[in-house]
């Protein structure tokens, strides 16, 4: 099985940047992706690693080690809207899509 | 517009009264599934399907059916609903397996 860990609830303050830890046990690893979810929406896709490394998107990027199960995503330049839950998921062999419980992120003027 | 669209998005049945909650989506995408998300327990797979007439177990199954007899639907049938399913239901596309997932609007589901 899957076990997917992100922590549940982070604050930070507009302009700030805010880093969201996510770790991940699996049996075969096909990609890991990050979705937001803005309350009472359905979640949109923000970023996909496959391979180590960083991938950067405008304000947000995306790390990932698969030696070490761990992926962060880094919110740069927090704006109000940035207030969301941001999902962890991770596809394993099978093609399987295992989602964490999500991050809520509170931006705070 | 690209577009995954659930109906209903609103409803309230009671114990036992079977019921549909349909998805359709016009990307041409060849994988859907079906996601339950419930306070602190986060988005778990219901159902996938690969392709036409192709589905598989996700992660919690049980009470539901699912059908892709089209490639642009996907419906999800809860033949004996009870309250442990009242949840938040989202339908989901994408263009392959290992792709970026559309959501629909999501559809809340009340069991009494």
């Known amino acids: 099985g899957q076990n997917i860990d992100q922590p549940t609830e982070m604050t930070a303050t507009e302009g700030a940047i805010v880093q969201i830890n996510c770790t991940y046990q699996?049996?075969?690893?096909?990609?890991l992706f990050w979705y937001q979810q803005h309350a009472g929406e359905a979640p949109t896709f923000l970023s996909y690693n496959v391979l180590d490394g960083l991938e950067e998107k405008g304000r947000f990027s995306s790390f990932l080690s698969r030696s070490k199960g761990y992926s962060y995503l880094l919110l740069k330049e927090l704006q109000m809207k940035d207030s969301a839950s941001y999902l962890c998921a991770v596809r394993a062999a099978g093609n399987k899509l295992t989602f964490g419980g999500g991050t809520r992120v509170l931006v705070k003027p | 517009e690209a577009q995954v669209t659930q109906n209903p998005r609103y409803l309230i049945t009671v114990t036992g009264k079977k019921l549909t909650v349909t998805c359709s989506q016009n990307?041409?995408?060849?994988?859907m599934s079906w996601y339950r998300q419930d306070p602190g327990l986060g988005l778990r797979q219901i159902y996938y399907s690969m392709n036409v007439e192709v589905t598989d177990k996700g992660d919690v199954p049980e009470g539901y059916k699912v059908s892709r007899k089209e490639k642009r639907n996907f419906p999800l049938i809860l033949e004996s609903p009870s309250p442990n399913q009242t949840s938040l239901y989202f339908c989901?596309?994408?263009?392959?397996?290992?792709?970026?997932?559309?959501f629909g609007e999501g559809s809340r589901l009340t069991v009494l």
């Open positions: 699996t049996s075969g690893f096909n990609g």
């Open positions: 989901a596309s994408s263009s392959r397996a290992q792709g970026e997932l559309f």
């Open positions: 990307m041409n995408h060849e994988y």
